[in-house]
């Protein structure tokens, strides 16, 4: 179970687990000591996790209740191995961690991807971005296939469940991650994207705060790039364990 934190303190685990550690049934799911549990209306995220790469506890409870469960699923390849289901574009979300101590409300999202293979066998990179605009989402995926067929998804999803293609689209480069890892925004041309904060910087990742024009307004979003061809890199490979331990027991 990935858990982020990037405010003061930050905070990040990611451990790897065998297949023993996994234990699930129709509304619960358990990855070590950490547990989500949905029951129709709210999902509980109990988290008990040790951080990397300097070793820390990370406990608590996250609460994510949906204002509506959208049943979209979206292809993401042309040989529809890769998919993308935005269960939940609207949430209120509650977060109450005891280690280290820290209480939000606020506002979230909760997605799904699921595939048939590996990443990297299907794509060379992708581009995601959400903007809450109160009464509504929009959502925006663009992927590059690994034969450089370029796929792009321009959604609208509102407090009813409802998602529906968004206006067109374009995307204006932003500064590249420290790593070189290469960001673009959407935008509807009435206001250029912008970088407002770099919250996670990695050899293959960037997870960032933007602001552009959506709609004919200015929003504030979360953006995301992968670089699925860094992301195989022999180095950085290497690279990884250190973020991301393995462990074969509970």
């Known amino acids: ?3 982020a934190l990037y405010g003061r303190p930050a905070r990040w685990a990611m451990t790897e687990r065998g297949r023993t550690s996994l234990r699930r049934s129709a509304d619960r799911l358990e990855i070590g000591a950490s547990a989500m549990q949905w029951d129709g209306a709210t999902l509980t995220i109990g988290i008990e996790e040790v951080t990397a790469p300097l070793p820390s506890r990370l406990r608590g409870t996250v609460m994510v209740r949906p204002k509506a469960l959208t049943g979209a699923v979206f292809n993401l390849d042309a040989r529809a ?4 289901q935005p269960i939940a574009p609207l949430c209120d979300v509650t977060v109450d961690l005891q280690r280290p101590g820290l209480r939000w409300r606020g506002s979230g999202y909760f997605d799904h991807n699921a595939g048939d293979e590996p990443l990297d066998a299907a794509f060379r990179s992708w581009t995601w971005s959400r903007f809450d605009r109160g009464d509504h989402a929009r959502i925006f995926y663009d992927v590059v ?19 529906e293609p968004g206006a067109p689209i374009h995307y204006r480069p932003l500064p590249n991650g420290l790593w070189g ?70």
């Open 181 to 250: 890892v290469k960001r673009s925004a959407p935008t509807d041309g009435s206001i250029a994207p912008v970088l407002v904060r770099s919250m996670e910087d990695a050899p293959f990742y960037t997870r960032s705060t933007i602001r552009s024009g959506i709609d004919r307004a200015q929003a504030t979003g979360v953006h995301e790039s992968l670089s699925l061809t860094r992301a195989t890199a022999p180095i950085v490979r290497m690279m990884l364990p250190f973020r991301m331990p393995r462990r074969s027991g509970k």
């Open 1 to 3: 179970m990935n858990v």
């Open 145 to 163: 296939e690994k034969n450089g067929a370029e796929r792009s998804l321009s959604l609208r999803a509102d407090a009813s469940g409802a998602v």
């Open 81 to 84: 191995r890769h998919r993308w």
